[in-house]
């Protein structure tokens, strides 16, 4: 079994920052892409950064220069988020397209909120 397991998620003020965090754990032969989406209150699950293996990224426009995403080399990726907005506010999910010895698949985690408020 494979499990994404996100931290991070909290309210903060508009300006402020957060550090997401997914950690992925299990039956893992290799990753290839990891990313993060989001989710905002009424509307669809949307791409908002995504990392491949060698460590190219692409960015929603809505993102671009205030979010970095980033992975280490222990099944860890990372969204940096800073000058928040409340139009960032979302349950953003963590998914992985890895191998897990037997097949390729996507995974995905469990959510973790972000509320940006004042």
């Known amino acids: 079994q494979v499990q994404l397991a996100e931290s991070g998620g909290g309210l903060v003020q508009p300006g402020g920052s957060l550090r997401l965090s997914c950690a992925a754990s299990g039956s893992i032969l290799i990753i290839y892409d990891m990313a993060w989406y989001r989710q905002p209150p009424g509307y669809k699950r949307e791409l908002v950064a995504r990392i491949t293996r060698s460590g190219s990224t692409n960015y929603a426009d809505s993102v671009k220069g205030r979010f970095t995403i980033s992975r280490d080399n222990a099944n860890t990726a990372y969204l940096q988020m800073n000058n928040l907005k409340p139009e960032d506010t979302a349950v953003y999910y963590c998914?992985?397209?890895?191998?897990?010895?037997?097949?390729?698949?996507?995974?995905w985690g469990q959510g973790t909120q972000v509320t940006v408020s004042s």
């Open positions: 998914n992985a397209d890895l191998h897990n010895g037997l097949r390729r698949n996507d995974y």
